[in-house]
């Protein structure tokens, strides 16, 4: 999986940094989404006061979406009985 990291500087000049976003291919489902989910966060970061200077997207979307598209997103493979 390839990921990317985005960095900018919110309103009272501080750089934020935000890693672990996905880069998915043009045909895939959840692009769109990932695009939407990607602008509201910004949108919330760019919004706080005091914002912290590395945010995660993975744990981000941890919290927002249902477990089995975030493990489509993510690719998440389970190791079984220490295979």
Do not use: H
């Amino acid at each position: 999986m390839l990921l990317k990291s985005l960095e900018f500087k919110a309103k009272n000049g501080q750089k934020v940094k935000i890693i672990e976003i996905p880069v998915l291919e043009d045909d895939n489902s959840y692009r769109f989404m990932l695009n939407l989910r990607l602008q509201t966060f910004l949108l919330t970061i760019y919004g706080t006061k005091q914002p912290k200077c590395v945010y995660s997207f993975r744990e981000y979307l941890k919290r927002v979406l249902k477990w089995p598209d975030f493990e489509a997103i993510y690719q998440i493979n389970l190791l079984r009985n220490n295979a």
